[in-house]
């Protein structure tokens, strides 16, 4: 299956998801590394890997505007999936709407708690023994998709929300991989297309 991944920042989900990628069997392939912005260090990441990028400020843009563009450039890159991984734009209901079951995100808590910013301090200030990451489909609702797969992360004495994102990260890059393919490969097997034909006529 080919998939564009959607990012804004560091990127380093992506190389885990790219890197995974490249293992043998592997049943997706990045297509696409889309961003809103064109000094996104994951962009650079992908350029030096040979993998096609595309990048578009949304500064002084309608948010429908830059939607469509980086929805295009999905589409041309011939993408079946969409996977956001540190993409810090919410998107249009249309565009979600359009990629319903088709789109993935990574949130950096145990989902349904926390959703939005600010996940860890929020667990850590509430005293929970336990952070976590969540791989989930998107849905309008923010971070309120499907939950596809989470590992949870124990908080320790004196954690700051800085040490616990980076043990977060740690176990989102051997979560989202292994989610994604699982996903991609449900979406492959017979079953699962009678499904989809069978939503489509409806
Ligand atoms: C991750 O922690 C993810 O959960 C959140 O944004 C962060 C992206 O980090 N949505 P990176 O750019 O993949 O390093």
């Given amino acids: 299956a080919k998939v564009a991944v959607f990012v804004s ?13 490249r293992l043998p069997g592997s049943p997706y392939e990045i297509a696409l590394v889309a ?11 992908a350029r030096a890997e040979g993998v096609p990028t595309f ?42 709407g359009r ?3 088709r789109m993935l995100n990574i949130h950096p808590s145990l989902l349904p708690a926390y959703p939005g910013l600010d996940t860890h301090a929020r667990a850590i200030a509430a005293g929970d023994s336990y952070g976590g990451t969540s791989v989930h489909l998107v849905t309008e609702e923010l971070d309120a998709g499907e939950i596809l797969g989470q590992i949870a992360i124990a908080i320790q004495p004196g954690d700051t929300p800085a040490a616990l994102a980076a043990r977060v990260r740690l176990a989102e890059h051997q979560l989202y991989p292994r989610v994604l393919a699982d996903y991609v490969s449900r979406w492959n097997d017979p079953q699962h297309l009678l499904a989809r034909v069978r939503t489509l006529a409806l």
């Fill in 99 to 101: 990629w319903e079951g």
């Fill in 35 to 45: 961003a809103n912005d064109p000094a996104a260090p994951a962009l650079a990441l």
């Fill in 9 to 21: 920042g560091t990127g380093t989900n992506m190389a885990a998801l790219l890197y995974a990628s």
């Fill in 55 to 96: 990048a578009l400020a949304h500064a002084g843009m309608a948010r429908e505007d830059h939607d469509a563009a980086m929805e295009r450039a999905a589409r041309d890159a011939g993408a079946q999936y969409i996977v956001l991984a540190g993409y810090m734009r919410i998107l249009t209901p249309g565009f979600v």
